[in-house]
């Protein structure tokens, strides 16, 4: 690494260039990182804060759309209690709703029905739990909107109220929108479009969205399906039924896609140009007696001094980034793990550029060494 | 004295049928450890592809080569490379000195390279040669003379067998030319090295301890004197 380091420092007007460059990249990745996790919680942290392995929709439902177009008879929930391995199965209702809380606020909830007191129904940060008819548990988010333990919540346009009596702890979101649970018949009530006072269907009773299922180990999800009538997805695959997932995300992974490729190219291109500058030099180091190997490891570990050094600068650059846009409704987490990630491919990507590059090293002729010179 | 240099029936070609080239015919030579010779001729004759032979860059297509003791037949890239490093001392036109490096880790870069059986303090070389004054200035920094000077101490730092020196004043003025040759011819009496230098210089060969002239890849002595 005698070469390298002394390299590096003797032609740092180019080295940093490019550093910046890669800095960019890396600081880039950050940011959509960054958006990625943002957007997924956005769309889906409702769902994931659930402590469900699968959902039962309703048979050969749109898998893009099932959580807003399946209706599940409520037997299926009792077929599904009766399979191997499932610990529990509830009913689990959802419909998204526009609502105006009595003191002007303006929200879009999607409700979520569960049953009173089953393992669906959540846990609060303050106020109560859900005991009655009527009552709402919102999202932390929704408490950031304005919206108060002991306000009175009204959904258009059918006119029905709720009172809201618990503020659950971290993000509730669902298809960008904040969730409030609900009691299961309420929930039904709301999904069939019963205005206050009606007289109500007795079938709106017996009609939900999904059967939720709880199942410590292995479970046999087709052959509930088969005795049940539905189609099942664990929860995992049903983020991609919550309204605008899987083409955020696959957006986003996209343009990552992309990024590393860019960098990676940019990165092999700058140490093939500075390989081939080099190669005269590179020829009389060779007829000195160094080896190819020596050569080689040399210039590789040049471009990972190079790749950690800018990486750390970008991300350094990018958490600070997303530290300001953390406080902007923008949806935007940083989260180590993905960070992490994302640089160490960043970096492995490079390297793999740089070796491409350097690999050229092992193609140069010491002879040339010899005779007249650059 | 023993020989620094064997060569035996050394032929070199180039390409094959109706266009071969032959770089090298036949050549006999050999070179005594603190003996100096020149070699002189006109461009293409061959002086080049000789060096390249000795200095284990190219194998020759016939013929024999010894550095000290070690035949050069069969070796890999890899031993040859060894082998430069341990035995052999390259002196290039204008130094060929790596930009990045001082004076100082021009002179040291060759044990970077790996072990070295009895290596030369870099300090005392650089001293020696008269460069010490300059040892953190880096090539851009130093005259055509300085930077020959810098050459002559980096391939002696491994302690050589044999110096191989392509066109040394190539760069240089007549006095210049006068101090590195006789530097070169200082170290070899001095260190028992066996040097061989191609040169086209008739100015400096009152240096050498022998003059020979290569003519369409013959060897022979020289003529005429300078």
């Known amino acids: ?374 | 004295m023993s020989a620094g240099l064997t060569l035996n029936a050394v032929s070199l070609l180039y390409g094959d049928g109706p266009e071969t080239v032959t770089a090298l015919d036949s050549v006999d030579l050999t070179v005594e450890r603190g003996e100096f010779i020149a070699i002189v001729g006109p461009s293409g004759s061959g002086k080049s592809s000789l060096l390249a032979v000795a200095g284990a860059l190219i194998t020759p297509t016939e013929g024999t080569v010894r550095v000290g003791d070690r035949e050069l037949a069969g070796l890999s890239a890899r031993q040859a490379g060894e082998l430069r490093r341990e035995r052999i001392g390259f002196v290039f036109q204008s130094g060929n000195l790596v930009p990045a490096l001082t004076s100082f880790d021009q002179v040291r870069l060759p044990l970077t390279f790996g072990p070295v059986p009895d290596p030369r303090d870099p300090r005392e070389l650089l001293a020696e040669v008269g460069m010490e004054h300059k040892a953190n200035r880096r090539p851009h920094e130093l005259s055509g003379g300085e930077r020959q000077r810098v050459g002559i101490a980096r391939a002696l730092v491994t302690r050589p067998q044999l110096l191989l020196v392509d066109e040394p004043t190539a760069a240089l003025d007549r006095q210049r030319s006068q101090d590195v040759v006789g530097l070169l011819a200082r170290e070899t009496h001095e260190h028992g090295v066996a040097t061989v230098m191609v040169t086209h210089d008739h100015d400096v060969l009152h240096h050498c301890d022998r003059v020979l002239e290569m003519t369409d890849g013959r060897l022979a002595p020289a003529t005429a004197r300078a």
């Open chain 1, 1 to 374: 690494m005698f070469l390298a380091l002394r390299e590096l420092s003797f032609a740092r007007g180019r080295f940093a260039l490019m550093g910046l460059v890669v800095a960019l990249i890396a600081l880039l990745v950050v940011l959509l990182s960054g958006l990625s996790v943002g957007l997924v919680n956005d769309g889906v942290s409702g769902l994931q804060r659930m402590p469900v392995t699968a959902f039962a929709f309703q048979q050969d439902v749109a898998k893009d759309s099932a959580f807003s177009r399946s209706v599940v008879e409520l037997d299926a929930v009792d077929t599904w209690r009766g399979q191997d391995g499932v610990e529990a199965a509830e009913a689990f209702g959802n419909t998204l709703v526009n609502a105006r809380s009595d003191r002007g606020v303006e929200i879009d909830l999607a409700l979520f029905g569960v049953q009173v007191g089953s393992f669906l129904d959540p846990e609060v940060a303050s106020g109560a739990r859900l005991k009655n008819e009527g009552e709402v548990v919102i999202s932390d988010t929704a408490a950031e909107e304005g919206v108060a333990v002991g306000d009175t919540i009204t959904l258009e346009p059918a006119g029905t109220s709720l009172k809201v009596v618990g503020v659950m702890a971290d993000q509730h979101t669902f298809g960008h929108v904040d969730v409030g649970y609900l009691p299961l018949k309420t929930w039904q009530e709301i999904a069939a479009g019963v205005r206050p006072g009606d007289e109500v269907p007795a079938r709106v009773y017996e009609e939900i969205t999904a059967v939720a299922i709880k199942a410590p180990g292995d479970v046999d999800l087709a052959a509930g399906d088969r005795a049940a009538g539905t189609t099942s997805m664990t929860r995992e695959e049903s983020f991609g039924a919550s309204p605008g997932y899987t083409a955020e995300t696959s957006t986003l992974l996209l343009i990552q896609v992309f990024l590393y490729v860019i960098s990676a190219l940019v990165v092999g291109a700058f140490f093939t140009v500075l390989t081939i500058q080099r190669k005269h030099e590179l020829a009389v180091v060779r007829a000195l007696g160094a080896s190819t190997g020596y050569l080689l490891r040399d210039s590789i570990f040049q471009s990972l001094v190079l790749l950690v050094i800018a990486a750390a600068v970008g991300v350094a650059l990018g958490v600070a980034a997303g530290a300001a846009l953390a406080s902007t409704p923008m949806p935007f987490a940083l989260e180590a793990g993905s960070i992490a990630t994302a640089t160490l491919l960043l970096v492995v990507l490079g390297l793999v550029g740089a070796a491409v590059a350097v690999l050229r090293i092992s193609r140069i002729d010491p002879v040339t060494a010899l005779g007249a010179n650059r």
